[in-house]
């Protein structure tokens, strides 16, 4: 993921020397504040990458006095992934499930463009209206650390599950999370879902590659 679009150039040439690793295209909520004007840069990027994130709204009390500079933002990027098409975003929805939902609704049909909800944390209502828009989910262990969490994810469908680590953000003990941690997700999916973690590692595996297929 990149945060902002002046970030782009240099993480996709470090993505682009790798065999897994792709680029993101991102103007992260939390920061359209003080970035909102590399809008421009986004839109002339756009075309070099097929994934977009982190991109969406937060409504949290830090960031609730942009809201409505990030819902602007976030409805261009919305159209114009919808009007090239065949874009993958991820998406943060801190505080704002249902109006993200609205304006992924309104804005990027699925034969458009696909969404990855990133650690989601609405209602479990917002979740089944999110799957049944066609969205996927990527877990990170965190998320399954409480009762909350696990009660949306264990409703999830399993053929929209994905994993994540959201390194550097989350900690595993004194460490930075990283990819690798990705297989603790996995076993803690499969413990909370009723399934060995062969089987479920194999379900995520099939779901990137629906995802990055389609």
């Known amino acids: 993921m990149t945060t902002t679009p002046r970030a782009w150039a240099r993480?996709?040439?470090?993505?682009?020397?790798?065999?897994?690793?792709?680029?993101?295209?991102?103007?992260?909520?939390?920061?359209?504040?003080?970035?909102a004007d590399e809008l421009s840069i986004w839109d002339e990027h756009l075309k070099e990458a097929r994934y977009v994130g982190e991109v969406g709204l937060d409504a949290g009390p830090?960031?609730?006095?942009?809201l409505d500079e990030q819902k602007h933002?976030?409805?261009?990027?919305?159209?114009?992934?919808?009007?090239?098409?065949?874009?993958?975003?991820?998406?943060?929805?801190?505080?704002?499930?249902?109006?993200?939902l609205d304006m992924v609704e309104a804005y990027l049909p699925s034969t458009r463009g696909r969404a990855v909800m990133?650690?989601?944390?609405?209602?479990?209502?917002?979740a089944r209206r999110a799957a049944a828009l066609g969205c996927y989910f990527s877990i990170n262990s965190r998320m399954l650390q409480n009762e909350r969490g696990q009660g949306i994810v264990i409703d999830l469908p399993p053929d929209r599950l994905l994993t994540e680590t959201d390194g550097p953000f989350v900690q595993i003990g004194s460490r930075h999370a990283r990819p690798l941690d990705?297989?603790?997700?996995?076993?803690?999916?499969?413990?909370?879902?009723?399934?060995?973690?062969?089987?479920?590692?194999?379900?995520?595996?099939q779901n990137l590659k629906t995802l990055v297929s389609a």
């Open 118 to 126: 990133h650690w989601f944390t609405g209602t479990k209502a917002e």
């Open 11 to 35: 993480n996709n040439e470090l993505a682009a020397k790798t065999r897994h690793v792709r680029a993101a295209l991102g103007l992260h909520p939390q920061l359209v504040a003080e970035r």
């Open 182 to 205: 990705v297989t603790t997700t996995v076993k803690q999916l499969a413990a909370l879902r009723g399934g060995d973690h062969e089987t479920m590692a194999a379900i995520i595996s």
């Open 73 to 100: 933002v976030f409805e261009h990027i919305l159209r114009a992934c919808a009007q090239v098409g065949d874009k993958i975003l991820t998406i943060h929805s801190v505080r704002a499930a249902t109006p993200v």
């Open 62 to 66: 830090r960031h609730y006095r942009s």
